[in-house]
Nanobody
C-alpha cells in the first residue's frame, strides 16, 4: 500500500510561482513512476506531468512546458512540481499519483495510488 500526501497549494497572482510536494509512504517509492494531474472547475481531470522512477525521463502537458518542472528525491520519498509563470487557467486541484508497473503514463487510469489533492488558485 502506498499513501500519498500533497502540499504546497495556495492562492497566487498570475505570473507567480508555487512548489507542490507529494510525500509518499512505502519503501518501494523509488521504483515507481509518478505523475501530477489536475482538475479545474467544471473540467475533467487532466495530465500535467510525469517522471520515471529514476528521474531521468520527464513528460509534460504542452501548455505547461517551459513553466512547470517535475522532479523527485527518492531519498526523501518525495516528488515535486515547481510551477512558474502561473496563469488563471492553471487553477484547479492538483493530485499526485503513483504507478506501480510499467513506464510513466499520461493516462490517469493507469495509475494505482492517488493523493487527496491540493488546491491551486491563480488570480488574474
Amino acid at each position: 500500500q502506498v499513501q500519498l500526501v500533497e502540499s504546497g497549494g495556495g492562492l497566487v497572482h498570475s505570473g507567480g510561482s508555487l512548489r507542490l510536494s507529494c510525500a509518499a509512504s512505502g519503501r518501494t517509492f523509488s521504483s515507481y513512476p509518478m505523475g501530477w494531474f489536475r482538475q479545474g472547475p467544471g473540467k475533467e481531470r487532466e495530465f500535467v506531468a510525469a517522471i520515471s522512477w529514476s528521474g531521468g525521463s520527464t513528460y509534460y502537458k504542452d501548455s505547461v512546458k517551459g513553466r512547470f518542472t517535475i522532479s523527485r528525491d527518492n531519498a526523501k520519498n518525495t516528488v515535486y512540481l515547481q510551477m512558474n509563470s502561473l496563469k488563471p487557467e492553471d487553477t484547479g486541484v492538483y493530485y499526485c499519483a503513483a504507478k506501480t508497473r510499467g513506464p510513466p503514463s499520461v493516462v490517469g487510469r493507469n495509475y494505482d495510488y492517488w493523493g487527496q489533492g491540493t488546491q491551486v488558485t491563480v488570480s488574474s
